[in-house]
């Protein structure tokens, strides 16, 4: 058997954190011959509601879960993890703006890019969920000095599962004949979910639906879908936001030779201002991202990728003083 | 790749449902070379609830979900179905004495066990999970007639995983340490946990730990998990339950040597009453529940064992004129 490997969770006893936990445990990110110890973190409100969710860890006597830490303090929580999933971030109150919703969250994501840096493993792989997560990225990336850039990453498989979803249902195919989508830029309302490359089937995508749908219809659906999933189920995603970290991180350990989404630090690709933390099309092989180098790109396309571009550009701006 | 199976969910938007549904769609339930049809049954009210849980198993573009049926009708909901987890019961409102509880999920039970009896395959499996299980498992076994009584089952493996996650605890060990456990009778306080043929590490449990421990502390711990958790968490047990029905359907589906428990229509065994749905220690084989025969028990043992069953009588006495 394996030595177990230590996962920290953050913001553990929140809604995507305990549709996490469970199948983390139970082996569907790292395999089912990878036993793990899970290292919970949450902030000392929730300590109680987190000592509920160990206690149900416990009752499901999971074979591959070797231990369970939960605390409050950062550096007992990232103490050698191996993997790092970092859910918990401050939500958008009544009245916040923008810039206190990044500041807020910023305070969060510098401290716990420090306490990463000092206290996980020098090979660790962090994966962002908590938005506004490219910018709370870019901050815990540029907090943890010894590390390198490509250690960090943020989620936007759940947008790419949800187009594919949808191209999917429009085009009455199933899920797994939809093959080289990608979504670019920001886990936000800019965010491009690009068909231009897509194929269904092998047939490419744009050959199957009409531009119009497309550009009218396709884009603005996934880009609002999280809205979408908030006026149905009265709260936000959890599941398949859960679902979609799992897989982020299955993916990058375990390697894909299919191209998927996610967001990693612009090392200047498609002319993507440098540093910025930006969702790309990419495939993962022996523990690294992989960029999709070459991908066809028109103006359509490129004019969406400035626009995710420039919205992280003022992100990035307005914490500064943070990087 | 094999053809698609339905599985059926009662309650499908509820807390249980909502951390089992994700599971079962990536393979977690029947294997990951099976896929599946997921027939989500709620009651009205729950139908908003229900669309946005619907929109998220869409979002996680599950390679083995081939279809998502949402109803309230439990005709369409039962249609073809070859599992059934009867999660949704009605739960003991304020002031609600336990005879009217029974009666309120007795007309549940009854109208679901008709339509599973009139729908289903003729070979499916159905796991009764809603509380008190064993009872409404009772009632919908009753009520489909033409089905066998070894098709229905109510669900212990909660309490066994409890129970060992408890053992390994005190003793030290990991839980794939412990062996031969047994949870016996009602899903209720009046369960009964035994350890007499269990064992750590190839030792007899009781060699491992006080009787006084056994008899003053593990029993009383395992009935009453499920009260612990309300408290440490603010809402009952909702991944652990969805983990342990999961682990039911699988096992029951695929195999087990290892013995486990689980609630099956009585035969006599143990001089149980025949017809009354109590937990036995099990194993699963080609997809058959096959009580453990010949087991030691003693006059400890044995009176726990008549204790959990007149509760089932009772139980029983209370519903009789649905059955």
Known sequence: ?????????????????????????????????????????????????????????????????????????????????????????????????????????????????R????????NVKVLVVGNPANTNCLIAVNNAKDL??????????????????LLAERTGVHITEVQDLAVWGNHSATMFPELLSATIGGTPALELVDFEWYRDKFIPT????????????GSSSAASAANAAIQHMRLWSLGTNAVTSMGTVSRGDYDITEGIVYSYPVTCSAGKIEIVKRRTLDEFCIDRLRLTENELLEERDAIKHLL
Do not use: W
Request: with cysteine; hydrophobic share 45%.
């Open 1 to 113: 058997m394996k030595e177990p490997l230590r996962i920290t969770v953050t913001g553990a006893a929140g809604q995507i954190g305990y549709a996490m936990l469970f199948r983390i445990a139970s082996g569907e990110m790292l395999g089912v011959d990878q036993p793990v110890i899970l290292q919970l973190l949450e902030i000392p409100p929730a300590m109680n509601a987190l000592e509920g969710v160990v206690m149900e860890l416990q009752d499901c006597a999971f074979p591959l879960l070797r231990g369970v830490v939960s605390t409050s303090r950062p550096e007992e929580a990232f103490s050698g993890a191996e993997f790092v999933l970092l859910v918990g971030a401050r939500p958008r109150g009544p009245g916040m703006e923008r810039k206190d919703l990044l500041e807020a969250n910023g305070a969060i994501f510098t401290g716990q890019g």
């Open 115 to 122: 306490a990463i840096n000092d206290y996980a493993s020098k």
């Open 148 to 165: 390198r850039p490509e250690q960090f990453s943020s989620m936007t498989i759940l947008d790419h599962n949800r187009a594919i979803a």
């Open 222 to 233: 996934v880009q609002q879908r999280g809205a979408e999933i908030i006026r149905a189920r």
